[in-house]
């Protein structure tokens, strides 16, 4: 009890700025618009930044985009830095074959680090890929049994890419402009947190270096993959492997403590990537919970500020949810702030369901509901609102603002043939949206009622949203990347009523495809990844001619 004592005065004497209907800053991530994959330590993918002046809707044109190859496997999640000194930002990102800094206003490749000898795919590959697979698609769709040859394309590039840099995903960007990452090494099976920053603090030219490295004390036995990572609101570290070891360091990578899910296990040498205990990234709140989806479970870990624990005395919980085949697809999102709200996290089940549990001390007064864990205090059936496919599961993780959530649709109405596998599978639907035999429609955002206790649905759209996740920002838009008459579009929706405000055409390639990113909202520009190879940016101002 005394260590719970010393850590919520710790807490309540932390300076952490927050933002209403939001999470609170973590003073220890860059101060920049994507410090992080999710934006923030909760997961929740809310941008403060305004986003660019939105004209009419229109065809985009070369002038308005721009297509940066990063190498395969690089691009899932690129950073952007505090700012330098001089007023400039880079940008961050990396993990697969090398990690790399961008000048954030040019794009221009500052510095590169390789991370693996003999692996680095060349811009040229990059680009050659995208230009096969435009062909590919163009055979499937007149002939619909080519489209297998599209799918094999696609899963031989990127599968071992993902897996390479799979713990890299989920890197994050320190206040001091260090870049940490998770990576595996294949041949020892250890797993390191790499470091790398400036050479030269606060040099924005500066080429990147490794800072430091560690081996976490991992069991090797169970063959792991890094699956997440994330930082305290003390400023520590957070890595969870996907047979279920976790992992908290200070930034000098000293270790601190661990702790084994009591559903961990070990994996076979060939598991799938989408096979792990936990194949989701975590969220955390700033008074120490590290919540974490495994196959089975909803787990709150507290974080007492000198150790791990699932202990309920220092507020950690466990729950069951229905996992059904293959577990939740989704990261668990905190959602309400502030004293005297409903502090919950929201995720969705792997059957059909969305589920809110209360996070802190269940109330009082709470009289739960029947046939489920008391601390379930919301479930709602899982639905878009339009003529969808009666598999719907959700993959993407929330975006949350407020008590208000949303997910697009991930799921074609029609399924690809099975493709032998859940990791090829995966690709083949969200990538399948190309074909118009595979069409996916509607989003859908919720709402938690803190009056009736209860969720509601607050709206749905039937716009063909990719699978992606969007955006919302503090203007009140929400920023996706759709499909409008076969090709990609930038589609901005009012965050309250669902409607769409604007959209902005991108064209028909497979470079705009933004499977796994997030549609970027900063100040100037709206970006994703591109199959996590590339990065695109879109300027919407519009050039008369």
């Given at each position: 009890?005394?260590?719970?004592?010393?850590f919520?005065?710790?807490?309540?004497a932390?300076?952490?700025?927050?933002?209403a209907?939001?999470?609170?800053?973590?003073?220890?991530?860059?101060?920049?618009?994507?410090?992080m994959?999710?934006?923030?330590?909760?997961?929740?993918?809310?941008?403060r930044?305004p986003g660019?002046?939105?004209g009419?809707?229109?065809q985009?044109?070369?002038?308005?985009v721009?297509?940066?190859p990063v190498?395969?496997?690089?691009?899932?999640?690129?950073?952007?830095s505090?700012?330098?000194s001089?007023?400039?930002?880079?940008?961050?990102?990396?993990?697969?074959?090398?990690?790399?800094?961008?000048?954030a206003?040019?794009?221009?490749?500052?510095s590169?680090?390789?991370?693996?000898?003999?692996?680095?795919s060349?811009?040229?590959?990059?680009?050659?890929?995208f230009?096969?697979?435009?062909?590919?698609?163009q055979?499937?769709?007149?002939?619909?049994?080519?489209?297998?040859?599209?799918?094999?394309?696609v899963?031989?590039t990127?599968?071992?890419?993902?897996?390479?840099?799979?713990?890299?995903?989920?890197?994050?960007?320190?206040?001091?402009?260090?870049?940490?990452?998770?990576?595996?090494?294949?041949?020892?099976?250890?797993?390191?947190i790499?470091?790398?920053?400036?050479?030269?603090?606060?040099?924005?030219?500066?080429?990147?270096?490794?800072?430091?490295?560690v081996?976490l004390?991992i069991d090797?036995s169970?063959n792991?993959l890094p699956?997440?990572?994330?930082?305290?609101?003390?400023?520590?570290?957070?890595?969870?492997?996907?047979?279920?070891?976790?992992?908290?360091?200070?930034?000098?990578?000293?270790?601190y403590?661990?702790?084994?899910?009591?559903?961990?296990?070990?994996?076979s040498?060939d598991?799938?990537?989408?096979?792990?205990?936990?194949?989701n990234?975590?969220?955390?709140?700033?008074?120490?919970?590290i919540y974490?989806?495994?196959s089975?479970?909803l787990?709150?870990v507290?974080?007492t500020?000198?150790?791990?624990t699932?202990?309920?005395?220092?507020?950690?919980w466990?729950v069951?949810?229905?996992?059904?085949?293959?577990?939740?697809g989704t990261?668990p999102?905190?959602?309400?702030?502030?004293?005297?709200?409903?502090?919950?996290?929201?995720?969705?089940?792997g059957?059909?369901?969305?589920n809110?549990?209360?996070?802190?001390?269940i109330?009082?007064?709470?009289?739960?509901?029947?046939?489920h864990?008391?601390?379930?205090?919301?479930t709602?059936?899982?639905t878009?609102?339009?003529d969808?496919s009666?598999?719907?599961?959700?993959?993407?993780?929330?975006?949350?603002?407020?008590?208000?959530?949303?997910w697009p649709?991930?799921?074609p109405?029609?399924?690809?043939?099975?493709?032998?596998?859940y990791?090829?599978?995966m690709?083949?639907?969200?990538?399948a949206?190309?074909?118009?035999?595979y069409?996916?429609?509607?989003?859908?955002?919720?709402?938690?009622?803190?009056?009736k206790?209860?969720?509601e649905?607050?709206?749905t759209t039937?716009?063909?949203?990719?699978?992606?996740?969007?955006t919302?920002?503090?203007?009140?838009?929400?920023?996706?990347?759709?499909?409008?008459?076969?090709?990609?579009?930038?589609e901005?929706?009012?965050w309250?009523?669902g409607?769409?405000?604007?959209?902005?055409?991108?064209?028909?390639?497979?470079?705009?495809?933004?499977?796994?990113?997030?549609?970027?909202?900063?100040?100037?520009?709206?970006?994703f990844?591109?199959?996590g190879s590339?990065?695109?940016r879109?300027n919407?101002e519009?050039?008369?001619?």
């Amino acid at each position: 009890m005394f260590d719970k004592i010393i850590f919520f005065a710790f807490l309540i004497a932390l300076p952490v700025p927050s933002y209403a209907d939001s999470p609170p800053l973590n003073i220890y991530l860059a101060d920049s618009p994507y410090p992080m994959p999710h934006v923030d330590s909760s997961a929740s993918g809310f941008s403060r930044f305004p986003g660019p002046d939105l004209g009419d809707s229109y065809q985009l044109t070369d002038h308005n985009v721009i297509f940066k190859p990063v190498g395969f496997g690089n691009g899932y999640s690129f950073l952007y830095s505090d700012k330098y000194s001089d007023g400039r930002r880079a940008i961050y990102g990396g993990g697969s074959d090398r990690v790399f800094k961008l000048d954030a206003d040019t794009l221009e490749t500052i510095s590169s680090y390789s991370l693996r000898e003999g692996y680095f795919s060349s811009d040229r590959e990059v680009s050659n890929f995208f230009n096969t697979a435009d062909i590919l698609i163009q055979a499937g769709i007149k002939d619909s049994s080519k489209q297998m040859h599209f799918f094999d394309h696609v899963y031989r590039t990127h599968i071992p890419a993902l897996r390479l840099g799979s713990g890299a995903v989920y890197k994050f960007l320190t206040k001091n402009n260090e870049l940490f990452i998770a990576v595996k090494d294949s041949s020892s099976g250890s797993i390191y947190i790499k470091v790398f920053g400036d050479k030269e603090f606060d040099d924005f030219e500066s080429p990147l270096v490794l800072k430091r490295s560690v081996a976490l004390p991992i069991d090797k036995s169970n063959n792991p993959l890094p699956m997440a990572m994330s930082l305290t609101y003390d400023g520590n570290i957070v890595v969870v492997t996907n047979d279920g070891q976790i992992f908290v360091l200070n930034q000098d990578l000293e270790k601190y403590d661990s702790l084994v899910l009591p559903e961990a296990k070990a994996l076979s040498p060939d598991a799938e990537w989408m096979g792990g205990v936990v194949r989701n990234t975590i969220s955390l709140d700033d008074k120490g919970g590290i919540y974490i989806v495994s196959s089975d479970f909803l787990h709150r870990v507290q974080w007492t500020g000198k150790n791990l624990t699932l202990d309920p005395r220092y507020g950690a919980w466990s729950v069951p949810y229905e996992a059904g085949e293959n577990g939740s697809g989704t990261t668990p999102t905190p959602i309400g702030w502030g004293e005297g709200n409903d502090l919950l996290v929201v995720m969705a089940d792997g059957v059909n369901g969305v589920n809110v549990y209360w996070r802190d001390e269940i109330p009082d007064d709470w009289q739960g509901i029947p046939n489920h864990p008391r601390r379930l205090a919301g479930t709602i059936p899982l639905t878009f609102g339009y003529d969808t496919s009666d598999r719907l599961r959700i993959e993407a993780s929330p975006v949350a603002y407020g008590y208000g959530f949303f997910w697009p649709n991930d799921a074609p109405k029609v399924e690809p043939q099975w493709q032998g596998s859940y990791d090829r599978q995966m690709f083949a639907n969200y990538t399948a949206l190309h074909f118009p035999q595979y069409p996916v429609h509607g989003g859908v955002k919720y709402h938690w009622n803190s009056i009736k206790r209860e969720l509601e649905v607050a709206w749905t759209t039937h716009l063909s949203l990719a699978p992606t996740i969007c955006t919302p920002n503090i203007k009140k838009f929400l920023y996706c990347i759709g499909r409008r008459d076969g090709q990609y579009s930038v589609e901005v929706l009012d965050w309250g009523s669902g409607e769409s405000v604007r959209y902005y055409l991108l064209g028909e390639s497979l470079r705009f495809n933004a499977t796994a990113s997030n549609t970027r909202v900063t100040d100037k520009y709206i970006e994703f990844s591109s199959l996590g190879s590339a990065i695109v940016r879109v300027n919407l101002e519009k050039i008369d001619k």
